[in-house]
């Protein structure tokens, strides 16, 4: 590389990270829908390692971007910077990919201004602040199809291993990359056609990405559901794709996508400065680098045909692959000017640049300052925060000493809440009900949930249930939040049965009751090891000094949930209601339980013997 367009490089590569890095800090305090479930998918590679091709979740995610997400969110926790600091970089990098490419297409001059026209593509540096897996697409795009080309050039297998992988890779990124990787395919092919002596070579990068590939291969190929996503927003007839070319043409100079998130609305494509230079760079590949030319056309078109052949065009996340062919046919334009008039050409084609990137500043800034108030943020961070005051407020801290913090499993779909609360390393209080029993976690624990769900907290039949901490707003932002505690105060160990259950009462028996009265009896059974039997709960009333049975009830413990699947960490409310004869005389009465095997009705030893006292009451003389 000559020393001036390394100069260039690298100041245009300073220049792209401060667009890119600009108001990175203050976007902590919004995070989109789609973002924070990015992050909640990372977040459960972080807590439950694993090699996941596709994320069904939420329409379905390719998965390299959560794997990409997952170093900033272990080193800074759940915070929106780590998701926006990682597509800053992966958009810095791309800048360093561009200059691979068109050093490989054009010429190292022009790779140089190609890195200037990338950093100041309002475009791209748009993209670049936002948490979306398509930032990855260009990144990847750039890189195997610069270091095909190179592996063609300079026919080394490292180079050739090196394309393989990123093309792999590639189709992990986003859904519109395919397309791309068709190019490639279509490239690897001519390769091996008209290449002997590199044949070798262009299959080992075929067979490279290929195994890379199939693992996502093989799912979309068994999980159908895996394609309607594209099925939903497909716009195949002739008048839709007439009016997304329509709109994709005005999109370049006149009115860009209206979609407030994705872009400025209405901010055109190209500002005045970099008109000028991707008109001389299309002038330019028109007539002195034709080959080039003719490719940056075909990765253009298929860029766009995503975005062509569905809903909502001109969608940039879509067709975010032409960022590439702009910034490539920008810096021939450049390139060009400097080398026509090598002084005041250079020096123009540097303040065209420069314009650019102050007009790219300028309305980031104005997306930025209008995005607070936009109904896509229906559930802004303020009522999360606020909900960490509450917190505060309740005496809950995220220390390895506090109660377990716990959220209901339908705050799922609200994935900003489920993002957050990662910092306390949260999880769902499980709490089930079922025809016998009630399957939760063990008591006591701590709860959050949105107000809206308040009225119907599971966690009411498990334990007592006490608000800690209440955040009523409610208005365009949705509902705030509260935190309960939820408690089982009134619990009575009353032994262990077969070392493998903890039994206790959990709620307080009479100490007197009235012949033929039904005695409501609830026993709360924690798992002490793991369970493979089904089994079968007795109550039973004996005289206080003798073992006549006067009276029984047996219930199965939970069968619609047995307990050999119970979860290792949660336990059973069993309720058993057990009527006195109505010819009960006068006295004091013991209530004692037991376990039985419900196959072959061996009773389970407990601490003294195979039955349990809970209480004594006494039977009063009719008046």
Not at 87 to 108: K, P, W
Not at 255 to 271: A, C, E, K, V, W
Not at 568 to 575: F, K, R, Y
Request: charged share 15%; aromatic share 10%; proline share 8%.
């Amino acid at each position: 590389m000559k020393p001036k367009a390394l100069w260039l490089a690298v100041l245009w590569l300073l220049v792209g990270a401060a667009l890119r890095f600009a108001d990175l800090g203050a976007m902590r305090a919004v995070l989109d829908y789609d973002e924070a479930f990015y992050g909640v998918n990372a977040l459960s590679l972080r807590d439950a390692p694993r090699l996941v091709p596709f994320f069904p979740e939420n329409n379905g995610r390719e998965s390299l971007w959560m794997y990409t997400l997952l170093p900033a969110l272990v080193i800074l926790d759940a915070q929106p910077f780590a998701l926006r600091l990682t597509a800053v970089l992966a958009g810095i990098l791309t800048l360093a990919a561009v200059y691979a490419l068109a050093r490989e297409l054009v010429s190292s001059e022009a790779a140089a201004w190609a890195v200037g026209g990338l950093a100041v593509l309002y475009w791209h540096v748009h993209l670049s602040h936002l948490a979306f897996r398509v930032i990855l697409y260009p990144l990847l795009a750039a890189l195997a199809l610069a270091w095909l080309l190179r592996a063609w050039r300079r026919n080394r297998w490292r180079g050739w291993l090196a394309a393989g992988v990123a093309a792999g890779l590639l189709l992990y990124t986003y859904l519109s990359a395919r397309l791309w990787l068709a190019v490639l395919a279509l490239l690897l092919a001519g390769m091996v056609w008209r290449g002997r002596n590199r044949r070798g070579g262009a299959l080992l990068a075929g067979a490279v990405a290929l195994v890379i590939m199939l693992p996502l291969l093989a799912y979309l190929l068994t999980v159908p559901a895996a394609g309607e996503r594209v099925q939903g927003v497909a716009a195949f007839s002739l008048p839709e794709v007439t009016y997304n070319t329509i709109m994709w043409l005005a999109a370049w100079l006149w009115q860009g996508s209206t979609y407030n998130f994705h872009n400025l609305p209405g901010r055109p494509i190209l500002d005045g400065p970099l008109a000028l230079l991707a008109a001389g760079g299309v002038l330019v590949l028109a007539r002195q680098q034709r080959r080039a030319g003719a490719l940056l056309a075909l990765l253009l078109g298929v860029a766009l045909l995503p975005s062509l052949l569905s809903v909502d065009a001109p969608h940039y996340l879509r067709a975010a692959g032409a960022v590439i062919v702009v910034a490539v046919v920008v810096g021939a334009g450049a390139a060009g000017l400097a080398r026509a008039w090598p002084r005041w050409g250079t020096l123009l084609a540097v303040a065209l640049l420069l314009l650019s990137a102050v007009f790219t500043r300028q309305d980031f800034a104005r997306w930025y300052a209008t995005l607070t108030w936009s109904p896509q943020f229906a559930e802004r961070f303020d009522r999360i925060d606020t909900l960490f005051a509450l917190l505060a407020e309740a005496g809950y801290s995220p220390s390895p000493s506090s109660p377990p913090l716990y959220y209901l499993a339908h705050a799922r779909d609200k994935p900003l809440l489920w993002f957050r609360l990662a910092t306390w390393r949260t999880a769902e209080p499980g709490v089930y009900e079922f025809p016998g029993c009630v399957i939760g976690r063990p008591l006591p624990l701590r709860l959050v949930l949105p107000l809206e769900d308040a009225a119907g907290i599971p966690a009411a039949a498990w334990g007592q249930v006490t608000e800690r901490a209440r955040d009523p707003v409610t208005g365009t932002f949705g509902a705030g939040y509260a935190v309960y505690d939820v408690t089982a105060p009134d619990d009575v160990p009353v032994g262990t049965a077969g070392g493998a259950l903890a039994m206790a009462l959990a709620r307080p028996l009479p100490a007197r009751a009235d012949p033929g009265a039904q005695l409501a009896v609830a026993l709360r059974l924690t798992p002490l090891a793991a369970l493979a039997r089904p089994l079968t709960l007795f109550v039973h009333v004996y005289p206080a000094d003798a073992l006549t049975l006067l009276a029984q009830a047996d219930v199965p413990v939970c069968p619609d949930f047995p307990p050999a699947r119970w979860y290792p960490d949660h336990a059973g409310l069993v309720p058993v209601t057990l009527s006195l004869p109505p010819d009960l005389p006068p006295g004091t009465y013991r209530l004692a339980a037991g376990l039985y095997d419900s196959e072959t009705f061996a009773r389970l030893p407990l601490t003294d013997g195979d039955t349990v006292l809970l209480t004594t009451f006494s039977v009063p003389a009719a008046p």
